[in-house]
Nanobody, 122 residues
Framework: QVQLVESGGGLVQAGGSLRLSCAAS????????MAWFRQAPGKEREFVSV????????NYSDSVKGRFTISRDNTRNTVYLQMNSLKPEDTAVYYC???????????????WGQGTQVTVSS
């Protein structure tokens, strides 16, 4: 079992920045590919970014590429999402996920956090 706890969400104006954190506990953190997904009201959960166990491989959705940066610290069992140049359409609940399969789809992840709300005002 892996427990994931997100933090760092909040209200920010368009153009601003936020840094999300996801702290993991339980099984060995470095065994897992880590990802961020988000879900806006009335929409399906969508992929945001993924990082390999070593941190050497990352991927981003087209909608956040160039603005968001994913990273991880395996010594702290934490994954981060630095979000810059935020837009109102980034407003959503952001979820951290851990999985051995990984990938861009939610079914590749076995463990999920409770989510943190990000609201971007125009």
């Amino acid at each position: 079992q892996v427990q994931l706890v997100e933090s760092g969400g909040g209200l920010v104006q368009a153009g601003g920045s936020l840094r999300l954190s996801c702290a993991a506990s339980g099984r060995t953190f470095r065994d897992y590919t880590m990802a961020w997904f988000r879900q806006a009201p009335g929409k399906e959960r969508e992929f945001v970014s993924v990082i390999s166990w070593s941190g050497s491989i990352t991927n981003y959705s087209d909608s956040v590429k160039g603005r968001f940066t994913i990273s991880r610290d395996n010594t702290r069992n934490t994954v981060y999402l630095q979000m810059n140049s935020l837009k109102p359409e980034d407003t959503a609940v952001y979820y951290c996920a851990a999985g051995t399969s990984g990938g861009l789809r939610s079914y590749g992840y076995d463990y999920w956090g409770q989510g943190t709300q990000v609201t971007v005002s125009s």
